[in-house]
Structure formats: structure tokens, C-alpha cells
Nanobody, 122 residues
């Protein structure tokens, strides 16, 4: 099983910055993809950014040029550097990991963190 521990959320003014962290722990063979999702009240959860084991990155169009996803494979940690934050970025941000649980079976499973609140307001 994989546990995801998130941190870094908070209240920030428009134009400010935050860095989210998500550390994976527990029993797993490898993590293929780590990603950030977000969900605002009354809205569907949406993808924000992802990074593969090989370092390929994908971003939602509205955050391109402002957010940067990175990873530390040794620490099994993914980061989301958020710059020039806007009120519309306000949401609960969730970490997600697609991990191989066992090197024997090669089974892939998706895991979610508990979420961290990001509020952008003046």
C-alpha cells in the first residue's frame, strides 16, 4: 500500500506563490506517475499537472507558465511550485500516484492524498 502525505497549502494573495509537497511512503515497487489534481466547491476534480518516471511533464492549459511540477525520485516526493497565483486557483489540491505495488505482479494502482487547501484572495 502507498500513503501520500501532502503539505504546503495555505492562504496567499493574488500574484503570490506557494509550493506544495507530496511524499509517498509504504509498500510499493515503483511509482510511474505522480500528479496534482484540484477541486473547487461545486466543481469536478480536475487535473493540474503530472510527471512521469522518465520526467515527462503535462500541464493544464490555465496553469502553463505559472506552475512547475518536479520530483525527487530518491525521496519519492513530488512538488508543485505555484507562481503568480490567481483567485481561480483556489481549490483543494490532491496528490495522486500511479504505482506498481509489486515487482512480481506488476500491478498498477492509483493512490490519493488527503488534500491540502489553497486559497488565493486579497
Amino acid at each position: 500500500q502507498v500513503q501520500l502525505t501532502e503539505s504546503g497549502g495555505g492562504l496567499v494573495q493574488p500574484g503570490g506563490s506557494l509550493r506544495l509537497s507530496c511524499a509517498a511512503s509504504g509498500s510499493f515497487f515503483s511509482i510511474n506517475v505522480m500528479a496534482w489534481y484540484r477541486q473547487a466547491p461545486g466543481k469536478e476534480r480536475e487535473s493540474v499537472a503530472s510527471i512521469s518516471r522518465l520526467g515527462n511533464r503535462d500541464y493544464q492549459g490555465s496553469v502553463k507558465g505559472r506552475f512547475t511540477i518536479s520530483r525527487d525520485s530518491v525521496k519519492n516526493t513530488v512538488y508543485l511550485q505555484m507562481n503568480n497565483l490567481k483567485p481561480e486557483d483556489t481549490a483543494v489540491y490532491y496528490c495522486n500516484a500511479l504505482a506498481v505495488r509489486s515487482g512480481v505482479t506488476g500491478t498498477l494502482q492509483s493512490y490519493w492524498g488527503q488534500g491540502t487547501q489553497v486559497t488565493v484572495s486579497s
